[in-house]
Structures are given as structure tokens and as C-alpha cells.
């Protein structure tokens, strides 16, 4: 039973260009949210989404990111035109079927970005 | 919204000593959960806890949580060099809340 994957696990992104970070939940989970961790702080919410929609993204910075999660396919956190503050390590978790957050959240290995 | 303050920030402590890590709220939580995070590594979960009062035990690791249910403690008694890491609480921003808001983490490290 596979755990939740990412991929790419490293990502090395010039100012500019675009970072596209994949998340694959665990089997069976229908949620999936998106962290950011900068070094030495704790994880930062970014979006919640199910699939084909997004339910919270409350956490997401309105302008350059974006997050979808297709009804075929990983979940995808896109960051467009990225500057040296966006390096830090993203994270997606999933969970099954949630009744008001009563669910732990399991945890993939994280895309390490850093911008140059 | 929601936040969770977590004391101390940074740890060290002597192989064999205990430890205590302590997370507080302003406001009332529906439960609480806590996550261990390795160097390098990725957040995994250790434990919810939903109960006033509640007391839960993993081996040498107990987890407390509040009567008022503003505050929770995990406890490691007699650390070894496998339990350094950051440790993390977090809670459910409202009832029915989806976002989950983590505080910013006690990092342990285990002279041997």
C-alpha cells in the first residue's frame, strides 16, 4: 500500500520560470492539502481540494499559485513566475473521507524548491 | 485564526534524560493531533487526542491534553538518538474546519 507520493522530490527553478510539483495521494484518500515549510518553521496551510475541487485555499497567495486536483491524474501545485522567497519545502498530505477534520493526515517526502 | 503556540523552540538534552514539549491555545480545540518530523524527512503522525483531560501513552512517549482543552504536553521519558526531530502540534482551525494549523515545533536533539 503506497503512501502518499511527490515528485519531483528536488526542484531547481531560475526567477522566472514556472514549478510544477505533483502529489499523489494515498490510496483510497479522495483529500489533499498542500503545506509549505521555510527552514526551521512549521508548516504553513496553503489549500485543501478534493476531487475536481478546490475547498479551502485560504492558505494560497492569491496571485502566481494555483492548485488543482483532476479527476484523472496527481494533484498539482503550480507556482508561476517564481522569485527566491518561494524556495522552501512543500508538502502534501491526504486523508480519507473527513468529518469536520477528524482524520489524521499522512504526509508524502516533500519537493525541496529552490530559486535562483 | 487559529494558532498554537508551542516552548520551547530548541531542546538539547542528554541521551537517557527526559523531555517535554508544551502547546497552547487561546481558544478551545476539538481535539489536537501531534507529528514528528526527522531531519530531512516529512511530518508523520503520532496522534490525536479529542478528549478533556485525556492521557495517551506510546511506549516512552505520553501525550496530555488539557482539561480546558487549550493545551497539550507530549512527554518522552529517557530519550534515545531516535527520538531527534521536531516535534509538532496541530489543530483544526474551528469545528469542521478542514484547515489544520500546526505550531511551529520543538526540535530535540539527543547528546548520546
Known amino acids: 500500500n503506497a503512501g502518499v507520493m511527490q515528485n519531483p522530490r528536488h526542484l531547481v527553478r531560475r526567477r522566472g520560470q514556472e514549478a510544477r510539483l505533483r502529489c499523489s495521494p494515498m490510496?483510497?484518500?479522495?483529500?489533499v492539502y498542500w503545506y509549505r515549510q521555510l527552514p526551521e518553521e512549521g508548516l504553513k496551510f496553503m489549500v485543501y481540494l478534493q476531487k475536481e475541487n478546490i475547498i479551502d485555499e485560504s492558505g494560497m497567495p492569491k496571485e502566481r499559485f494555483s492548485a488543482e486536483f483532476p479527476k484523472e491524474g496527481p494533484s498539482i501545485l503550480r507556482i508561476q513566475q517564481v522569485v527566491r522567497g518561494d524556495s522552501a519545502a512543500y508538502f502534501c498530505?491526504?486523508?480519507?473521507?473527513?468529518?469536520?477534520?477528524?482524520?489524521?493526515?499522512?504526509f508524502g517526502p516533500g519537493t525541496r524548491l529552490t530559486v535562483t | 485564526g487559529q494558532q498554537v503556540m508551542q516552548i520551547p523552540q530548541y531542546q538539547h538534552v542528554q541521551e537517557g534524560e527526559d523531555f517535554t514539549t508544551y502547546c497552547n491555545s487561546s481558544?478551545?480545540?476539538?481535539?489536537i493531533q501531534w507529528y514528528k518530523q526527522r531531519p530531512g524527512g516529512h511530518p508523520v503522525f503520532l496522534i490525536q487526542l479529542v478528549k478533556s483531560g485525556e492521557v495517551k501513552k506510546q511506549k516512552r512517549l505520553t501525550f496530555q491534553f488539557g482539561e480546558a482543552k487549550k493545551n497539550s504536553s507530549l512527554h518522552i521519558t529517557a530519550t534515545q538518538t531516535t527520538d531527534v526531530g521536531t516535534y509538532f502540534c496541530a489543530a483544526y482551525s474551528g469545528a469542521g474546519s478542514y484547515q489544520l494549523t500546526f505550531g511551529k515545533g520543538t526540535k530535540l536533539s539527543v547528546i548520546p
Open positions: 481558544t478551545t480545540l476539538s481535539n
Open positions: 498530505a491526504s486523508s480519507p473521507l473527513s468529518r469536520g477534520g477528524d482524520y489524521e493526515q499522512y
Open positions: 490510496k483510497g484518500h479522495s483529500h
